[in-house]
């Protein structure tokens, strides 16, 4: 259901996603990651203070963002503060409000002070959109669905290029040598995971392992190219294919 959601148009479509639109955060309304954390965001989020409900919103808002900008056809917008998970709507001076500016604003002290969590959202964005910059995401075309996996929550991925997309949404599953389908042989190579530690994550595996692709049988009866990753619950991983 989330896949088809995020790729749900003909595939010489272009159009433009984003996981946060206008609409939603101006009138009011609560942004994601104060949707995910809610009242947790006022007392926890402090680097060092482990936090359930928190560490869960951080993990999902890294996630949320990477599937919606790495399934695009066309371009990703991103609404003001979304990329370090601001927390608080963004509202302009109007008859409504009193002509009140006390919302005209991001905060982005919230991600440069050093001492907030805020700090992690950001740096994955700028680490995001560099990756999509690198290997030219935008124009890579439409992404096609390798594996759904219901049972362990797991969606694989790819483009017409080198980048496979992982995502583990669940909550707690973390699967040794799991097995995947991939889109041509070769070793892949982890190049960017919401799990990294500079992310605020707990990085449960290796940024320097190898997977190597081997001959396998799909359930269809045809062979395919897979590999065997650790599948770490509420983490994505982009690998990159070298030949």
Same mark, same amino acid.
Request: glycine share 8%; proline share 6%; hydrophobic share 30%.
């Given at each position: 259901?989330?896949?088809?959601?995020?790729?749900?148009?003909?595939?010489?479509?272009?159009?433009?996603?984003?996981?946060?639109?206008?609409?939603?955060?101006l009138v009011g309304d609560k942004t994601i990651i104060f949707r995910l954390i809610d009242a947790d965001m006022y007392w926890h989020m402090q680097k060092g203070d482990e936090n359930y409900t928190v560490n869960r919103g951080i993990s999902l808002h890294k996630m949320i963002r990477l599937l919606t900008a790495t399934t695009i056809n066309g371009g990703y917008l991103n609404f003001m503060g979304n990329e370090f998970g601001h927390p608080e709507w963004i509202d302009f001076p109007r008859e409504g409000n009193g002509w009140s500016y006390a919302h005209a604003r991001r905060q982005w002290s919230l991600s440069t002070n050093?001492?907030?969590r805020y700090s992690f959202l950001g740096e994955f964005d700028k680490a995001m959109i560099g990756l999509m910059r690198r290997y030219g995401v935008l124009a890579s075309g439409f992404a096609y669905n390798h594996l759904m996996d219901e049972m362990n929550k797991t969606i694989v991925y790819?483009?017409? *290029?080198?980048?496979?997309? @992982?995502f583990n949404w669940h909550p707690s599953a973390s699967i040794p040598d799991y097995?995947?389908?991939?889109?041509?042989? *070769?070793?892949?190579?982890? @190049?960017l995971s919401t799990d990294e530690s500079r992310f605020g994550g707990q990085e449960r595996q290796s940024m320097a392992a190898e997977h190597f692709s081997f001959d396998a049988e799909k359930?269809?009866?045809?062979?395919?190219?897979?590999?065997?990753?650790?599948?770490?619950?509420r983490t994505a991983t982009v690998y990159l294919r070298k030949k």
């Open positions: 259901s989330m896949f088809w959601e995020v790729t749900n148009r003909r595939k010489d479509e272009k159009t433009i996603s984003y996981a946060e639109s206008h609409d939603q955060a050093g001492f907030l790819s483009h017409r *290029g080198d980048l496979l997309f @992982v097995e995947l389908p991939v889109q041509a042989p *070769g070793k892949y190579v982890p @190049v359930g269809d009866g045809q062979r395919q190219p897979h590999i065997r990753i650790y599948n770490t619950s």
